[in-house]
């Protein structure tokens, strides 16, 4: 805490002379005055339009870095696919991969299954989507690759502790054109790729994690967005196969009794 | 012989993965990196910019929690605490090898890190609520008051999640 402190306090000493230069043309910002407004507001349409959208689905691909004692790096490549609906409904399945792992979450509860091991853990979970992603994140440990991007609040979620940010220019990304921007935040640089245009989507995102020896880097790229999926209830309701076995997760920072 | 089952359960803790895209490296990584050497100093990349802060913070804090308590055990160095310490490599060790089985293409990664003692079979009894990242070869199945065991040499062992992983913890039917 007290690091996180005097980290504030620079970025806030930073901030004031940078805060001079930008005085005529920066908002007010809740981010650090070292985002370029520019930037801000890319990002904040396409927070802003995906907390709005209802319901939506989307592939991924996911790529995960991993450095070695070595300090060789080694890459983990993933695809998923994802069905939302606000408020409180995700079911996300990862796909033709190594560990085969679908997500269930209907409002209620929250749901962790892994078809080919035959187990499955069902917690009780938060009634809003934006809940249920801190809950999974600080009780169980669960984490959304790219979460911080669907809640209704993501543009608040990202800049808490992203001091700047700017424009890196118009970038093509599935030959879709996007406008790429670069913030750098607490221990951790990232970049995204928004649609440009009228459905301002996330395409890319890129986190680089400065903190760890060879900044490993997750990626992740987000495609086939659908706005007007083909949702039912049921397929965020968990039904256990027959043969699977309920299990139950370890409580976070303990080793000991599962929970 | 908690230090190495807290930095085991950390690792697992720290190798986050999920959802709106569910990432499947977890159980890989772990299986990867799967003794104490090789995790302190490649920690698993956040997949989240959200919590990044919290969780640099949280781990550090158990990095050097851990250390601290290395070194106090390491002063203590009773004859107890070595050979736990022994019994926790030779499990290790085992998952090592079955990570060499499993991920021939990456076996030699975990081959790099830190040597550690040859395994001294499967016989001998972990404490409870020791967490690996897979299960010894050789295991039956038993179910006991509804929950499903695995046991394995002396151990038996019940499946749970630590985060996105898949584990197995030591328990007591």
Known sequence: MRFRTKCRKSRHLAGLSLGLALLAVAPAQAQGTGVDPEAARILKRMTDYVGGLQQFGLDTSN?????????????????????????????????????SQSFYYDGRTLTLVNPDDGVYATVAAPDTLDAMIDFARDSLDVIAPAGDLITTDAYTRLMADTSSGFVVGKSFIDGVRCDHLAFRGYGVDWQIWIEDGARPLPR???????????????????RNWTLTPDVSARQFEFTPPPGASQIEFLPVGNAGAPR | MMTMNKVAAYLASTAVLLSVAVTPESALMLQLLPEAHAIVGAPVTPVSVAGVARRTTRRTVAVASTTAASQSAAQAATAQQQSATAQQQSATAQQQSVTAQQQAAVAQQPAAAPAVPAASGQGQAL?????????PAGCTQVAQGGVQYSKCGANYYRAVFQGNNLVYVTAQP
């Open chain 2, 127 to 135: 404490p409870l609520g020791t967490v690996v990242p897979a299960l």
């Open chain 1, 63 to 99: 790529t995960v870095e991993v450095v070695l004692h070595s300090g060789q790096k080694i890459q983990f490549t993933s695809a998923a696919k994802a069905t939302l609906q606000r408020p409180n409904k995700l079911h996300a399945s990862r796909v033709g991969d190594v560990v």
């Open chain 1, 204 to 222: 890319k995102y890129v986190v680089t994690t400065l903190a760890l020896g060879g900044a490993p880097q997750f990626e992740i790229s987000m």
